[in-house]
């Protein structure tokens, strides 16, 4: 066992040699995908290596290819929730000292049953003992967790990693201490939260993201500290988090981040053969309101649709104590405000207001209507993953947008050298 995780290691080690010269899009994705546990997972089913210390120095030699790539600063907290899968709010980036009892217990379920199945009642040969044996390890390695798979499940891995993955997010959830933590945690768990890193890395078809952009987008989510304590160039104090740019005011990543939504948007409806104009007039009678766009077909019961865009902040003041309690409050209170703000619209358009919060939740109406956008988009392309690659695209605009929106919080060179924000009337 010592020399093969000695082995391990070194691959793991000439791999870091060479991950450093990635771009950090390229890098997080071949992490996640090929390179964490997926090299070790046959050697945590085939074989008890449960408290070996070879678990503890990949996961350790993992965690420093991971803040090499991505340029962020964990702290131990923050390392936990990466290391949780993306349907847990984390990054995919999996513990083998965590992983390995649940992938050995299953291992053993399943070979209980297929030798059962193989051999008859004469020649069996007795698994019972070895398989409780393997659920005694489990026991012993999660003693907090009474909670177990269900007989018939024991032979799936996931069974068992879900119970102790669903414990260790819990943890997070009840040791944080602030409004805004819990309301990262529980809007990093809401499906497709996480669309953006499951876009395949392709600068020609615009899926590929820069090395600032990467960052920004893993900060939020795992909470890390993006800037060093400054002032914005509206004149409020800024802490390390840098959220304040993702709303600031005076900034211009805002009207860029909701341009690039409706850009994704309206492609979408064309790739469903389903043309659209752009903020068209005179659709509310008596003013000037727009909406983002209209199609100029029909798109169901013989009406057009109408939609408008809008991106709230998940930890704004005004929608901290909602977003701390229930995820996608935010955008579900945005959904409201836009169907109040078009209820005078022409009788012969439907309206949609399309939602996302800046923690990257999709509200309810958005999230249906995308998805329909994507059912009729397969029918044309014969891909049933249109409704996926649609999420990924419009994930990967909201993590530009959010990362200018950051970025845009420092003044540059000609603004320092004007009258500050703060002074203007």
């Known amino acids: 066992m010592d020399k093969i995780w000695q082995t391990k290691l070194e691959m793991l080690n000439r791999l870091e040699d060479k991950f450093q010269y990635l771009p950090s899009h390229d890098a997080l994705f071949l992490l996640t995908k090929t390179v964490s546990v997926c090299r070790v997972n046959y050697l945590l089913r085939t074989s008890q290596c449960s408290g070996h210390p070879g678990l503890s120095q990949y996961d350790d030699q993992l965690r420093s290819m991971f803040i090499s790539s991505s340029n ?10 990466a290391e949780l899968p993306r349907s847990f709010g984390g990054l995919g980036l999996r513990s083998t000292a965590t992983l390995a009892p649940s992938a050995f217990v299953a291992s053993a379920a399943g070979a209980r049953i297929l030798i059962a199945k193989i051999l008859s009642t004469r020649y069996a040969v007795p698994m019972t003992s070895y398989h409780e044996e393997a659920v005694k390890g489990w026991s012993k390695s999660f003693p907090e967790i009474a909670e177990r798979p269900a007989e018939q499940q024991q032979h799936k891995q996931h069974s068992w990693d879900d119970i ?3 414990a260790a997010f819990d943890k997070l959830l009840a040791t944080s201490n602030d409004a805004v933590t819990r309301a990262r945690l529980l809007a990093a768990k809401v499906d497709r939260s996480a669309a953006w890193m499951d876009a395949i890395p392709i600068s020609s078809i615009g899926l590929k993201m820069d090395n600032e952009s990467v960052r920004i987008a893993t900060g939020l989510r795992l909470g890390c500290n993006l800037t060093i ?33 409706n850009d994704v948007i309206q492609r979408a409806f064309a790739a469903a053969d389903v043309p659209s104009d752009r903020e068209p007039g005179g659709l509310c009678p008596g003013d000037m309101r727009r909406p983002d766009g209209v199609t100029t077909i029909p798109w169901t019961r013989g009406k057009c649709i109408a939609w408008d865009a809008t991106c709230p902040d998940t930890f704004s003041a005004s929608h901290l104590p909602q977003t701390s309690q229930t995820a996608g409050s935010a955008a579900a ?19 949609v207001p399309l939602a996302v919060e800046t923690s990257r939740v999709w509200g309810a109406e958005a999230t249906r209507l995308l998805c329909e956008i994507g059912r009729r988009t397969a029918e044309i392309a014969h891909d049933q993953r249109s409704t996926a690659f649609l999420f990924q695209r419009l994930s990967v605009a909201l993590q530009r947008g959010n990362a200018l929106c950051v970025r845009e919080t420092f003044a540059t060179v000609d603004e320092q050298q004007q009258e500050p924000w703060n002074d203007l009337p």
Not at 333 to 351: M, P, Q, V
């Open 229 to 261: 304590p400054h002032q914005c160039k509206c004149g409020m104090a800024i802490t390390a988090d840098g959220r304040h740019g993702l709303v600031c005011r005076r900034g211009h990543g805002r009207i860029t981040r909701h341009r690039m939504i």
């Open 72 to 81: 962020l600063l964990l702290s131990d907290n923050c390392w936990k929730q």
């Open 164 to 166: 102790v993955c669903r």
């Open 333 to 351: 209170a945005a959904e409201l405000a836009k169907r109040t703000k078009y209820t005078d619209l022409d009788a012969s358009i439907d309206f």
